[in-house]
């Protein structure tokens, strides 16, 4: 099924005829055609706006990305608005803290914001970006396109501080020629500032995001938020914790964005500033008790919950490749798949520092296979691999290889899920289901032409198989056996989704452009 528009059907154009005798008729009939052309016009723009807010409700899909270059500070009633190259941020000044920000999972045109401006006698927040001008309308929680900027309207100034001492965080320093100097000496200016009702003077970065200088006790205080790097391949839930991983941003920085659900506060480790993290392309993300374990293209990292500290395992170490893949752990220790090859990294408890790559004789370690998704039941070690899928028991034995009965599943497998006892496979043939009671097997196949790759990663959960693509996400519904598949014109920041995580009623995507939760189990969505 295709993806709907955001803002539902296209306005179509109405034929009207008249018939012409006098300038003076003319000019009244032109009047007329122009009302009825105008309130049709508005008509249909209204009932487009109820045709999507009938599928999607405001909240229905989230976005995270890069917020940390800020272009613009606007404020109304109620928040402190920054404008930014990934959004607009919208902090509560009442609740002190951060609500939802402003995307084109939203119905913003562009991301990158140039110019705020906030317009007190309509209530109405103007965005001025690179794909043209925007409009918010808090009655409709709608953003509307076109319309000329009010540049008169704009709050914040990009002229130089008269400050001169500020007490900063730790690291940083503030220089009152305009810019804060960071760790290792690098220099983050101010862009934008503006001073509200409250003695509160609100700035905007480029490079640390927006910030927040108190004028009483002349505290400058750093308010990150979203992610560091917003290409997103890998999400892991860990207790109250969220980690991102991904690849290097436009600026060339690359980073780990961990998110605290509890405080509400995010945090980055930056490549290759700390010991331990000499690169941070992260491919896939586990959590245990004590660690963290991030697969990465230059190796296997550790990071220790307790010392706060990374550790790096690569090719030296005993891994099979330096790219690694896939991870999945188990009560035998951590599986971690590469592009050529898997490992098995035996644990010893209570030893964080005693780890074994001897877990596999080398024979058994399909040294010149890529590894694509490794899963684990009850009973068995799964790995998805070019040549198909293979299971070795979970206490230990050979490796077999897997075939489904009647040829259902052959070639590249590219990724593996599991719920209860069912085992989902994926491959560009289609997605099937395994059920090892009765030896059962069901290929769904996705309706129109799959991507060369397929199905990048699965989810599941007691009702729906989700599916991330490059052509977007794909929801099966395991009773009815319908796809429904969604795309940024729902409410991803991209097409390509990459990483998938299960909250609930939530679904976690990640993309190049950022993260995006979406809201799949709402009962007043409609799907046609």
């Known amino acids: 099924m295709a993806a709907a528009t955001r803002y539902g059907r296209k306005p179509v154009d109405f034929p009207v005829c008249f018939s012409y005798r006098s300038k003076k008729g003319n000019l009244t009939l032109k009047l007329v055609r122009d009302v009825i052309l105008s309130a049709l016009i508005l008509l249909f723009l209204w009932s487009g706006i109820v045709f999507a807010r009938g599928r999607y409700r405001p909240g229905d899909w989230v976005s995270y990305t890069n917020f940390r270059y800020v272009t613009s500070v606007a404020y109304d009633h109620k928040y402190i608005y920054f404008g930014t190259t990934g959004g607009i941020l919208r902090y509560d000044r009442f609740r002190e803290t951060w609500n939802t920000p402003f995307t084109t999972s939203d119905g913003m045109i562009d991301n990158w ?73 690098r220099r983050f200016d101010l862009t934008a500032h503006l001073e509200d009702n409250w003695q509160n003077l609100w700035i905007g970065t480029w490079g640390l995001g927006p910030g927040l200088i108190k004028l009483r006790s002349y505290d400058l205080i750093l308010k990150r938020f979203g992610l560091f790097t917003r290409d997103v391949e890998a999400i892991c839930f860990d207790g109250d914790d969220i980690w991102f991983g991904g690849g290097i941003d436009e600026d060339g920085r690359q980073g780990i964005t961990r998110y605290d659900t509890r405080l509400e506060e995010w945090s980055y480790y930056e490549a290759p500033y700390l010991s331990g993290l000499p690169g941070a392309e992260v491919t896939a993300i586990v959590a245990d008790e004590d660690f963290v374990w991030f697969g990465t293209r230059q190796g296997l990292i550790r990071y220790d919950k307790d010392r706060d500290s990374f550790t790096r395992f690569s090719t030296f170490s005993g891994l099979e490749n330096d790219l690694v893949s896939c991870l999945e752990t188990t009560r035998d220790g951590l599986w971690v798949g590469t592009i050529s090859g898997v490992n098995l ?69 590219t990724a593996i899920g599991r719920w209860g006892e069912e085992i989902w496979f994926a491959s560009p043939r289609g997605i099937l289901l395994f059920e090892p009671e009765g030896m059962k097997s069901t290929l769904y196949i996705p309706p129109g032409t799959m991507p060369e790759r397929g199905v990048i990663k699965l989810a599941v959960n007691r009702e729906r198989v989700f599916a991330a693509t490059s052509i977007g996400l794909y929801e099966l519904d395991k009773k009815s056996g319908v796809f429904i598949r969604f795309s940024s014109q729902d409410g991803l920041l991209d097409d390509r989704v990459q990483a998938l995580a299960l909250e609930g009623d939530y679904i976690w995507c990640g993309t190049p452009k950022g993260v995006t939760k979406f809201y799949w189990n709402n009962p007043s969505r409609l799907d046609y």
């Open 345 to 413: 990294l035996e644990l010893k408890k209570g030893k964080p520092d005693s780890l074994s790559f001897r877990g596999l004789p080398k024979g058994k370690r399909f040294s010149n296979l890529h590894i694509y998704d490794i899963e684990r039941d009850s009973g068995f070690v799964w790995i998805a691999t070019e040549l198909g899928v293979f299971r070795r028991l979970n206490v230990g034995g050979e490796w077999q290889s897997f075939i489904i009965p009647e040829g259902k599943l052959g070639g590249v497998v």
């Open 113 to 185: 914001v140039r110019r705020l401006a906030y317009d007190p006698a309509k209530d109405e927040l103007w965005a001025d970006t690179y794909s043209g001008t925007a409009m918010y309308q808090p009655t409709f929680e709608e953003w509307y396109g076109g319309g000329v900027f009010p540049a008169g309207l704009v709050q914040s100034d990009k002229g130089k501080l008269s400050l001169t001492d500020l007490f900063v965080e730790f690291g940083y320093t503030y220089v009152s020629e305009g810019y804060i100097l960071g760790p290792h000496l």
